[in-house]
């Protein structure tokens, strides 16, 4: 719906209403355009295809018991580490929980506010590479903490490639990542840049048994 409408009224996050409404206000306000069945069929068919993600968006409940069930493992190694660095009982708990604190909370805000900073500091500040017809644009410190997300305007300009490393250094973390997943058999079917679909398009045209 974002790629749909991007900076118009339709938009369900645009910060060109406000920054703080694009970068999590819209989050707050419930609007039933974004839960709708028919909004999942036409924008995120995929959701509905798969089972796993079918289930957890019927069950609401169910990802925040996913989530909670990491305080344990945290908790628990950082427990049995300090006790077997030799603290006391009462250490180890404080130990465990200071990093239940850092390491599943702080971070989980943290990882927010970075992946809320594509829909808003990346539609405000920034260069671009295409005149595409919003304002996304190529936000360096975005992409630095985002894995390369923060590339935003070369995403637009070409929203099905898994890379968005337009420049030889707009780095790609994220692109490079689903490579190596590529290379052990975990990921396939990876969408290239529109340049090399073209070609591979125009390859297969001259020649029919190119694949």
Not at 1 to 6: P, V, Y
Not at 202 to 207: F, I, K, L, Q, T
Request: charged share 20%; net charge negative.
């Amino acid at each position: 719906m974002h790629h749909a409408h991007s900076d118009e009224g339709e938009d369900p996050h645009s910060p060109l209403v406000t920054f703080l409404w694009g970068h999590m206000g819209w989050l707050f306000l419930r609007n039933h355009d974004l839960t709708h069945v028919s909004s999942y069929a036409k924008y995120a068919r995929d959701t509905l295809q798969d089972p796993y993600y079918f289930w957890l968006e019927r069950r609401p409940v169910a990802p925040l018991l996913i989530y909670a069930a990491q305080i344990i493992p945290y908790f628990a190694i950082a427990f049995l580490a300090a006790m077997s660095a030799g603290e006391a009982f009462e250490g180890a708990a404080m130990f465990g929980a200071s990093v239940v604190i850092w390491g599943v909370f702080a971070r989980t805000v943290l990882v927010w506010h970075i992946t809320w900073s594509v829909n808003s500091l990346t539609h405000m500040f920034g260069y671009r590479n295409h005149a595409t017809e919003e304002n996304s644009r190529n936000n360096w410190l975005v992409a630095l903490v985002a894995a390369g997300e923060g590339w935003h305007n070369n995403h637009h300009q070409d929203p099905s490639a898994c890379s968005v490393q337009h420049r030889w250094w707009e780095f790609d973390l994220t692109y490079w990542e689903v490579r190596a997943l590529a290379w052990m058999g975990i990921a396939r079917d990876i969408t290239p840049l529109r340049s090399e679909r073209v070609k591979r398009a125009s390859n297969a045209r001259r020649d029919p048994g190119v694949a």
